[in-house]
């Protein structure tokens, strides 16, 4: 019983920052704007976070380092928005300049931080955001996260902010018409992915690992966006495709040592399954459910 207590609780918490960013690109390519950034604004997320708690005297305050983390990362997103929407440029191509982009300054701007711990202050706070019912433990930013999923589902389909939305990412040209501003509403769904995505690459260096490392995002944001796809779009399958990631990270770790299989291989599980989940979803047509805009870039006026 213990032990499967424990799996539930490391696979909560190494999904959480996959819910995060996943619910961010899912908001976003609702708006019709794909986003494969999602590496890069996670890893100046991460370091944004850790240096706020740092360095920036906050007295422990580890909900101003998040926001921080997340005003940085929709910040970034808002690079990629003016390129994909406003410049009208290729959204992949201009998504993975933001990936390598964020990568490389996170590198850069970090050295100087590279396997730096958080104060003992500021770790004794990341501890209080752990909520315990008897053996059984779960972060408060955890349940932030599903709460979240859960709201974002409720807004998707009930009302008129989710209605819009959708109506940006199905047919941009009939919401212009009636009279919505297509532009502003995805410069908003972009801005909002970000700083999801901010707040996951925060998750990492202030509750997961008190620490800074470079390349600690170790290729979440690419899960994260093949997630999008493999829950159709759909924040509630979200809770529970990020937790089935997170059991995986889990068993990648406890497994090894424990069998004769190299642990290359359990260190590769999680990707490949990725492209394994992904195989089963276009063969069971799940592409059919994204939204159909999604992609391309729309000027005022077209039909």
Do not use: C
């Not at 494969?36 to 920036?56: K, Q």
């Not at 701007?109 to 104060?119: A, D, Y």
């Not at 990725?274 to 979803?281: D, E, K, P, T």
């Amino acid at each position: 019983m213990n032990e499967i207590l424990d799996a539930i609780t490391r696979a909560l918490a190494f999904g959480t920052p996959l819910l995060f960013a996943s619910l961010g690109a899912i908001v976003n390519e609702r708006a019709g704007v794909v986003n494969l950034g999602v590496e890069g604004m996670m890893a100046i997320g991460a370091l944004t976070g850790f240096a706020v708690a740092y360095g920036g005297g906050m007295g422990g305050n580890l909900w101003l380092a998040a926001l921080a983390a997340m005003l940085v990362g929709a910040l970034a997103a808002l690079l990629h928005a003016f390129v994909a929407i406003t410049m009208r440029a290729n959204q992949f191509v201009s998504g993975l300049a933001l990936t390598l982009l964020g990568l490389g300054l996170a590198g850069l701007l970090g050295k100087s931080l590279e396997g730096q711990v958080l104060p003992p202050n500021v770790g004794d706070a990341a501890q209080k955001l752990l909520i315990s019912w008897g053996k059984f433990q779960v972060g408060s930013l955890t349940l932030l996260a599903i709460g979240l999923a859960v709201l974002l589902a409720f807004v998707l389909q009930f009302t008129r902010v989710g209605l819009t939305l959708r109506s940006v990412g199905e047919n941009p040209a009939a919401a212009d018409v009636l009279g919505l501003n297509v532009g502003m509403v995805r410069y908003v769904a972009v801005a909002v992915g970000g700083a999801l995505a901010g707040l996951a690459g925060a998750y990492l260096s202030l509750v997961y690992r008190p620490s800074w490392t470079d390349g600690m995002t170790a290729g979440l944001g690419w899960i994260a966006v093949a997630l999008v796809i493999f829950v159709g779009w759909s924040p509630l399958r979200a809770i529970f495709g990020a937790v089935f990631f997170g059991l995986l990270y889990y068993l990648q770790f406890r497994l090894q040592g424990q069998s004769p299989v190299p642990t290359e291989v359990f260190s590769a599980m999680p990707y490949l399954l990725v492209i394994v989940v992904l195989g089963v979803a276009g063969l069971r047509g799940q592409q059919g459910s994204a939204p159909e805009a999604l992609g391309r870039p729309y000027t005022r006026g077209e039909r």
